[in-house]
């Protein structure tokens, strides 16, 4: 996905709008929670997403941390001051309980993930991938599904 | 999901009401397209699916595999006979190119999967756990994506 904000624009607001823009994204119903720099915090209802058991769908935990980890490599990368696209480029994802209420979504790196080797690799050679890790979280704070994902980012500016 | 259609039903027209079901998955468009008693086939159109570069989204990737691996096992367990319930529980997703066609996905048992051993536990103790295999095409024959993913199915009839 492309995210090349303008200067000084919210990149937050403008990552909501990005999502909103795309046909498959904006099904999902989802609502950028928040940013703190570190976490990237999605949300979605739980009716846009429930399967005939009354529980999430396991292909929108997925994909909505599939999104989340897109939005935090994206926005630490706006913050850095690059222009890169960023696309995914595996994932691994445990289901361990299902889900029965909202969908609330974070991603952040995933501990050891070398931030500073990434953006070194990114601006001397244009490409480099990272490590991020994403869960989505029931009611009592347990785990409903977790993840684990690599990006590319490819510099274009 | 459950899925217990009546006995002499069609199950691949039953699958496909299955899925429209679902609010999560009646976003994906998709169409079965057919099982031959190995693997099944899904298909959703681009337009659904596209994101702002033109091409697929991973998340709907991802959901279609998904969905294909459920269905595949879904099928053959109903083809034997068994009633239970199919869970996923963890998959693995790599993304090789991007996609600029309409998605069609397969899924299959994974190579080595020991079915006759995984219905022998699945009948002994009410609950078993199998692999499979489930890739996203380009139209050249190539692979979008591919995936690994662990289901479990839980009898309950």
């Not at 996905?1 to 999502?19: E, K, T």
């Not at 696309?87 to 931030?115: E, K, N, S």
Request: hydrophobic share 50%; net charge negative.
């Amino acid at each position: 996905m492309d995210f090349h904000p303008a200067p000084g624009a919210d990149p937050l607001a403008l990552i909501a709008r990005h999502f909103a823009a795309m046909p498959p994204v904006a099904a999902l119903q989802l609502r950028v929670d928040g940013f703190d720099g570190d976490a990237l915090r999605l949300h979605a209802p739980l009716a846009a997403h429930v399967n005939d058991k009354g529980c999430a769908f396991g292909g929108s935990l997925g994909s909505l941390m599939t999104l989340a980890a897109w939005g935090v490599l994206t926005l630490r990368l706006h913050a850095a001051g690059i222009t890169a696209d960023v696309f995914v480029a595996d994932t691994q994802v445990q289901y361990r309980a299902p889900l029965f209420a909202d969908l609330h979504a974070q991603a952040r790196l995933a501990d050891g993930a070398d931030w500073d080797g990434f953006l070194a690799r990114l601006r001397e050679r244009g490409r480099a991938g990272i490590a991020l890790e994403a869960s989505v979280r029931l009611p009592d704070g347990g785990i409903a599904a977790a993840a684990q994902l690599r990006y590319v980012a490819i510099a274009n500016g």
